[in-house]
């Protein structure tokens, strides 16, 4: 069982649509990223999280510290928003070191 | 200002050979780190650089595994010889200061990997 539990695996979604990737992870951490990958590209970093909430564009990332849950949303999706998302924590029971959860792959057919 | 290279974007080799990558971070970051996806799974932590010295080889597999950054700038890391069940894409990343330290905002830079299939 993977430490950092991203759901769903796969998502398609339509055009416009409001999108939710999940991540949940089982020990107390000092930050969570959000990070991008399109097809044939390099990983991004989208956000960094410690607490409450952050918005960057049409991108939005929250996280609930004590219920150890952090959401990526994605409003008015668009084709261009295809890619792998990935959640990754860091936390003194990693060692310090990045975990990452598998992935999810995000399709918004227009 | 150039991102993150990796340098071959694929490599397919023969079981027990040789394979070399190759990654050139973003000028003046001190700091490189190795992930790895094999296939199906998710990322794992390699090593982390500081400069030219290994801060952090915890993730390192095995033996076969070597990685060097000779004078702190581009960093090579040698399979030798391959297994088949290191196939997969290896990415590195780069940051001024040490990322995730807590209080930072440091931002991380991924290259775009390296496929490696080991057939």
């Known amino acids: 069982k993977n430490e950092v539990e991203q759901s769903p695996q796969n998502l398609t979604a339509q055009e416009g649509e409001f999108i939710t990737i999940n991540c949940s992870y089982s020990?107390?951490?000092?930050?969570l990223h959000w990070l991008q990958q399109h097809p044939g590209g390099g990983i991004v970093s989208l956000f960094m999280?410690?607490?409450g909430k952050k918005k960057h564009g049409r991108l939005i990332a929250t996280i609930n510290i004590q219920e150890k849950h952090s959401s990526l949303h994605i409003t008015a999706s668009h084709p261009r928003d295809s890619a792998v998302y990935t959640c990754?924590?860091?936390?003194?029971?990693?060692?310090?070191?990045?975990?990452f959860g598998a992935g999810t792959i995000l399709r918004v057919k227009s | 200002e150039a991102g993150v290279t990796q340098f071959p974007s694929h490599s397919v080799i023969e079981k027990g050979q040789t394979v070399t990558l190759r990654c050139d971070p973003i000028?003046?970051?001190?700091?490189l780190y190795w992930y790895r996806r094999v296939m199906g799974k998710e990322i794992k932590f390699l090593l982390h650089?500081?400069?030219?010295?290994?801060?952090?080889e915890s993730g390192m597999p095995n033996n076969r595994f070597l990685a060097e950054r000779t004078g702190g700038t581009y960093s090579t890391l040698k399979v030798q010889p391959a297994e088949l069940e290191d196939s997969g894409v290896y990415f590195c990343?780069?940051?001024?200061?040490?990322?995730?330290?807590?209080?930072?905002?440091?931002?991380?830079?991924f290259g775009s990997g390296t496929q490696l299939s080991v057939l």
């Open positions: 999280l410690s607490s």
């Open positions: 020990v107390g951490i000092s930050a």
């Open positions: 000028s003046g970051h001190d700091n």
């Open positions: 990343a780069s940051s001024l200061r040490p990322w995730g330290r807590r209080g930072t905002n440091e931002k991380l830079f």
């Open positions: 650089f500081v400069k030219e010295s290994k801060q952090d």
């Open positions: 990754a924590v860091r936390g003194m029971e990693y060692g310090n070191k990045l975990v």
